[in-house]
């Protein structure tokens, strides 16, 4: 049994809870008898904390504010020069005043967890007079060093402008010049006021920007919420890129009847949407229709935007197993080269969705045999710590149908345990052990039903064709697999986590691997479609597991692609599916998380351009791999040529 939990750099401990079963109850079997895909989970009452901020343009006494801000907020977002300091902007030597605050009114501390930086908005880093644009540099590289000097944790750009490239020059030295701070650039969501025209789309400046910084992991996005909203496309598309913090200006606030600020349902929506990514939240600007002269206004907000927070429904037990995986790059398994851990085993057992529909699937092909006295030979190929087995034997006892099994496995330690199990008096008699591996297993009889769960996150990718074609000679004639069949799907996707993860490593190696990874901050340009489709047993002769298709989408809206994600959906038997498949997912399954292949370049890609992507299934008597390549809107190379960074083993 190959499982889809693969490793980076080695098995990634982590402490998870429990995961109860639908009934609530830690059970010694893998399933309940009464799972099912449409069970409500249990969920984890555990909330996140919101991490609140209020930014401020003006800050006379701060020591003073942060007391009063403190009962309220977690930090300020103030400026790092005195509003004075614009009209220096000319002659370099106007001024010999200190340019702001003493660092000495707070603490090394203080500094670094109660305040956030904001960069002067007036510089002109990119205007064609030489001495502006050059006293701009200067007062910017000097805010940043301050912000370096006091510790602050991150600091918030001004917006770009549709020309920036001087802008995002500056910045970059900065990021690659090993600034430890965070830099968050501040875009609307929707274009208007000084920086941007009205008909210009806000996310290009921020994609110019951060493209002319390589991508850097250390820029992120400060999202200025509008009153009006753009289409959900557009805002969707957010939820690849990233965004360290919300702002929220008081201005997009309506007043309910009561005369209390709310927001509208599409700002809440979005809101609730964004809070699953963990950004900071930061109030801004005053209370245009509430009195200023007392911190009520303040708390009236401070208590909305809790409400909108709190409102955010709770983990489920799955989310919640799932939360430690987000976006963390796991290399998949060597089927044939690897033995499962204990533990591993452990937690894939707890998937009752899973074994449930197996269960199904079992019962719905011996219910349609015709002779109740008739005794099923069953094989269970790769039967790891037995769960298969047991569904098997349920199925039996389900519909009265007699069954021999086979259980089939070549992990040694697995085999310990199944060796416990064939003593018991649930399996006494009913199941025969066999310690080999599948494809060079000499079988006795041949058998009326295979059944296996050797499929990986992209369906194939764990050499499910390649095991179950080495066994399916011992098949009658009239003899059925189950899975019947599976296929992969792929659509291209933004995601800035992801590819910095790869990138990170610095090699081309880790840019030619696809990786088993629990997709989260992530946004797919189109849906998915179809690519491989295997089907067992596999009847052809001579029998080819090699693969080649080209797919082309449709991108919703404008943006970069990363890389693409691959899913699968397989029919079991007759009308049982298992699916990772977005577009019709399994409930509450968590077996599987899906594939990510990226891309060495990310692409950027306009709005209703066509993109098409080329992947290739190839193999060796030694070795399975995937090659991948773009062909519009940009060519790409062909990524993992021959198998050189990555491939299966056979």
């Known amino acids: 049994e190959s499982r889809k939990m693969g490793k980076k750099g080695g098995q990634k401990k982590q402490t998870n809870p429990q995961i109860l079963f639908a009934d609530g109850s830690p059970a010694q079997e893998p399933f309940p008898h009464h799972a099912t895909e449409e069970d409500e989970e249990p969920v984890v009452n555990q909330k996140e904390h919101l991490v609140l901020g209020l930014e401020m343009n003006y800050v006379p006494d701060l020591v003073s504010t942060l007391r009063e801000s403190q009962q309220l907020f977690d930090f300020i977002v103030t400026p790092l020069s005195h509003p004075r300091y614009e009209r220096d902007l000319i002659n370099e030597n106007a001024s010999k005043d200190p340019f702001t605050r003493s660092d000495m009114l707070l603490t090394s501390s203080q500094w670094g ?281 349920r199925a039996s006892e389900h519909t009265g149908r007699a069954v021999k099994v086979y259980a089939v496995e070549k992990n040694p330690n697995a085999i310990i345990t199944l060796k416990h199990m064939i003593g018991t008096d649930a399996w006494g008699g009913r199941v025969t052990l066999v310690d080999s591996d599948m494809r060079y297993w000499d079988a006795p009889e041949k058998a009326d039903l295979f059944v296996s769960e050797l499929l990986g996150s992209f369906g194939d990718n764990e050499l499910s064709p390649e095991c179950l074609d080495g066994v399916q000679r011992f098949l009658k004639d009239d003899g059925v697999m189950i899975p019947v069949d599976y296929t992969s799907y792929l659509t291209p996707i933004t995601s800035s986590k992801l590819w910095n993860e790869v990138n990170s490593y610095k090699d081309l190696k880790h840019f030619e691997t696809p990786y088993v990874v629990r997709l989260h901050n992530i946004w797919p340009l189109a849906d998915a479609q179809p690519a491989f489709v295997f089907k067992h047993p596999n009847r052809e002769h001579p029998i080819d597991n090699d693969r080649y298709i080209k797919l082309k989408f449709i991108a919703q809206e404008a943006g970069t692609i990363h890389g693409f994600a691959g899913y699968f959906d397989s029919v079991l038997y007759d009308d049982v599916h298992l699916s990772t498949n977005p577009a019709n997912a399994t409930k509450n399954m968590f077996s599987w998380f899906p594939i990510y292949f990226p891309f060495k370049d990310p692409v950027y890609c306009p709005k209703d351009a066509v993109v098409e992507i080329d992947l290739w299934r190839l193999s060796t008597n030694r070795k399975v791999w995937y090659e991948w390549s773009m062909a519009s809107p940009t060519v790409t190379p062909i990524h993992n040529p021959n198998g050189r960074s990555y491939y299966i083993g056979l």
């Open 113 to 393: 967890s109660l305040v956030t930086g904001k960069i002067s908005t007036w510089l002109q880093l990119d205007s064609s007079i030489d001495s502006i644009r050059k006293n701009s540099e200067r007062v910017l590289k000097q805010e940043i060093a301050w912000a370096s000097h006091l510790n602050v944790p991150s600091v918030i750009l001004p917006t770009p402008s549709r020309s920036s490239s001087n802008y995002a020059n500056v910045i970059n030295r900065t990021l690659t010049g090993g600034s430890y701070l965070q830099f968050w650039l501040r875009i609307s969501l929707v274009a208007g006021g000084e920086s941007l025209l009205q008909e210009e789309d806000p996310w290009q400046h921020w994609n110019t920007f951060r493209s002319l910084c390589q991508q850097h992991p250390s820029l992120g996005v400060a999202l200025e919420i509008t009153e009006n909203l753009p289409s959900v496309h557009e805002l969707n598309r957010w939820k690849g890129e990233p965004v360290k913090a919300i702002i929220i200006p008081t201005s997009v606030f309506l007043m309910n009847k009561s005369g209390y600020p709310a927001l509208s349902t599409r700002h809440k929506e979005f809101l609730i949407g964004m809070f699953r990514y963990k950004p900071q939240i930061i109030l801004s600007g005053p209370a245009p229709t509430l009195p200023r002269d007392i911190p009520a206004w303040i708390d009236l907000y401070h208590k909305y935007i809790l409400y909108v927070f709190n409102s955010n429904p709770p983990f489920t037990a799955t989310e919640y197993y799932e939360v430690p995986y987000y976006d963390y790059l796991q290399a998949p398994l060597q089927p044939l080269q690897d033995n499962l851990e204990s533990s591993t085993y452990e937690t894939f057992e707890r998937d009752a969705i899973k074994y449930r529909k197996y269960q199904e699937a079992i019962q719905k092909y011996l219910a349609k045999g015709d002779d109740p006295s008739r005794v099923y030979t069953v094989m269970v190929v790769g039967a790891g710590r037995g769960p298969l087995v047991r569904a098997t034997l």
